[in-house]
């Protein structure tokens, strides 16, 4: 399959912070990439460079084969975007909003004003079209926003959390929707902080941190990148957390994960039913009463959190340079 | 790109400034009351305390008010783009496949329509209040161009302005600085040859003067037995007049456009 979206060895910096570090980027036509990554990861820098907002201080980028940089105007007629903020005019109507988008992809006078019509009715929206979007509320204006994306049904889309702030039917329609969209051909780059999204909708996941891609691969390859199962376990008792840790700790193959409020446990095992029995028995002859069970494979959760939990919790604003290894959970 | 699409896009971006008109409350009262409050303020206030001989100074007035009042206009472009910079709306024209030029020509251009509401409200203020046109209909309907093609080109002094200040207010302020005495020291309320020696200097150079004069002309107001004024522009307003339009337009433009393309470019 052709490559559609291509970057090598981005660089921005804004002063002392490094916004985007040497990122390698490649996304397939006719697929969904998710970016992963915590708060000032940089996927919003990453997919900014893409779409000609800004410029590099390094590194090359091409989109369907057309340089961003010396080429902008050519990549602009082919892409679609929704930012991270809702790009629309708040004096217009959502009709007017669109309409505008259309005409100035050049669909024309007539095209232009019935895919607005349209698009305001797949986004739900045909009831508030011709209402100032000023009175609209935040999940509306993000749906307008992202109808706008799709207005000149441009073949690479570019989507920076798309359904942040969108209710559970809205997300679930506009899953459909990308879906859809990408049935028939478009490539789409999304970022997003759900990880089921990415789990639902990503052929491929790329997870960032501090500007420089972590891992790369699909949902399954993370998966098993991290590693072997999970057990969850809840017990009953809160003062029973200590014991159950100690019972998992000796089953586990890595660190485990828990939390006190919602008293589960998690820890990483290899020996699947057969260890969960045993776990289970270790369990009885304690006398701990357990209110949940879970063997599992690892979550998406799970791989971000291994991936990224040391820096999720220290990177805010620390411009130091990327230290491997992790320290605590993420504190998302 | 080329120069229909541009123009088709500049257009585009027109339309959706003077839906703003309708929908924005504030800029309707800039666009309507301001010029009535103007006229009636300037007729009944000075038109009737001073007396020029052989004829009237509320009719000698008009055309100082309606050119102070477009060239005050041409702040409103530099506002609306100086807010447009801080909306979300650019980041959306930023990635489309439209002109670089659309946003900065579509904001000259509402503003030419802008005009055309002011000074028809003004005129007809001015005909309440006493106001007559004495000249031929086609003189001052002259006279209206030339007021719309300066203040346009006024538009693009001010674009440039808009998009070298951090916010809208830093530009009305700015502006109304530069502006006020600009449209003072000129013939527009009184006879330049009134004024001391290095403003009237100014003033008979100033072409703000060459377009009140012009106007002034055109429209049949100069009370018979002026004098002739003494400078070659105010002899010549109208050549004066479109030759410095033209020169700011085609010195304005290709900086204001180019501002914008470097400013949009940021961030
Ligand atoms: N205009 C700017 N000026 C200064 N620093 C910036 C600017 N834009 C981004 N940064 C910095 O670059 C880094 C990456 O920002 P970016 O917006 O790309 O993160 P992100 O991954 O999209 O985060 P989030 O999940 O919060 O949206 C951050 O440290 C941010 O502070
Ligand atoms: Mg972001």
């Not at chain 1, 994960?257 to 446990?265: A, C, F, H, K, M």
């Not at chain 1, 879970?294 to 971000?304: A, I």
Request: glycine share 8%; hydrophobic share 45%.
């Amino acid at each position: 399959m052709k490559e559609i979206i291509h970057a090598t060895g981005l660089v921005k910096r804004y002063g002392e912070v490094v916004a985007l570090d040497g990122l390698d980027l490649s996304v397939r036509e006719g697929t969904i990439v998710a970016l992963l990554g915590p708060n000032g990861a940089g996927k919003t820098t990453a997919v900014s460079v893409l779409t000609t907002l800004i410029e590099p201080d390094e590194g090359t980028a091409t989109v369907a084969g057309i340089d961003v940089l010396s080429d902008p105007a050519e990549v602009r007629k082919l892409i679609g975007l929704s930012g991270q903020y809702a790009a629309v005019d708040r004096d217009l109507t959502g009709f007017e909003n669109l309409d505008m988008i259309g005409r100035l992809y050049h669909l024309g006078r007539k095209k232009a004003r019935s895919r607005a019509r349209e698009l305001l009715d797949r986004f739900d929206l045909a009831d508030a079209a011709d209402r100032p979007v000023k009175t609209y509320s935040g999940g509306m204006r993000r749906r307008l926003d992202l109808a706008g994306a799709l207005v000149a049904e441009s073949p690479v889309l570019f989507l920076d959390e798309p359904t942040t702030g969108l209710d559970l039917i809205s997300r679930r329609e506009l899953w459909r929707l990308i879906r859809t969209l990408v049935d028939q051909g478009a490539t789409l780059l999304l970022t997003t902080q759900y990880l089921e999204e990415a789990d639902r909708l990503a052929d491929d996941v790329l997870v960032i941190d501090k500007g420089k891609t972590i891992a790369h691969g699909t949902v399954d390859d993370l998966k098993d990148m991290v590693g072997g199962e999970r057990i969850e376990i809840k017990v009953t008792d809160r003062d029973d957390l200590a014991a159950a840790h100690e019972i998992l700790e000796n089953a586990a193959v890595g660190d485990l994960q828990g939390d006190e409020r919602s008293r589960t446990v998690v820890a990483p095992v290899s020996g699947g039913t057969r260890e969960l029995g045993e776990v289970l028995e270790a369990f009885e002859s304690h006398r701990v009463r357990i209110s949940e069970v879970v063997l599992r494979r690892p979550t998406l959760d799970d791989v971000f959190l291994a991936l990224t939990g040391a820096s999720a919790e220290s990177s805010e604003e620390t411009p130091a340079p990327a230290k491997p290894g992790r320290r605590g959970r993420g504190s998302r | 790109m080329n120069f229909l699409s541009a123009l088709g896009d500049g257009l585009v971006i027109a339309r959706r400034n003077l839906i703003k008109l309708k929908r924005v409350p504030e800029v309707l009262v800039f666009v309507l009351l301001s010029p009535i409050m103007f006229v009636l303020l300037f007729a009944y206030v000075f038109g009737s305390a001073i007396d020029i001989p052989g004829g009237s100074y509320r009719e000698f007035l008009m055309a100082g008010i309606f050119g102070q009042t477009v060239v005050f206009g041409a702040t409103f472009t530099g506002a609306g783009l100086a807010e447009d910079m801080q909306r979300g709306i650019i980041d959306r024209f930023r990635s489309l496949p439209m002109s670089r030029a659309a946003v900065v020509f579509g904001r000259t251009a509402s503003d030419v329509i802008y005009n055309i509401i002011t000074l028809t409200v003004m005129a007809t203020a001015g005909l309440i209040v006493g106001w007559r046109i004495r000249g031929s209909l086609l003189d001052a309907l002259a006279g209206f161009l030339l007021l719309l093609l300066f203040a346009y080109s006024v538009s693009w002094i001010m674009a440039l302005l808009g998009l070298s200040v951090p916010s809208p207010e830093v530009l009305n302020n700015a502006s109304f600085i530069v502006i006020f005495p600009m449209t003072f020291i000129a013939n527009t309320f009184v006879p330049a040859e009134s004024l001391p020696t290095v403003l009237r200097v100014f003033a008979e150079w100033n072409p703000i003067s060459s377009l009140v004069q012009a106007t002034r002309e055109l429209f049949g107001n100069i009370p018979p037995g002026t004098p002739e004024p003494a400078s070659w522009a105010l002899q010549n307003p109208v050549i004066y007049t479109v030759s410095c339009a033209c020169l700011i337009i085609a010195v304005f433009a290709p900086l204001a456009v180019r501002r914008y393309i470097r400013v949009a470019k940021k961030t």
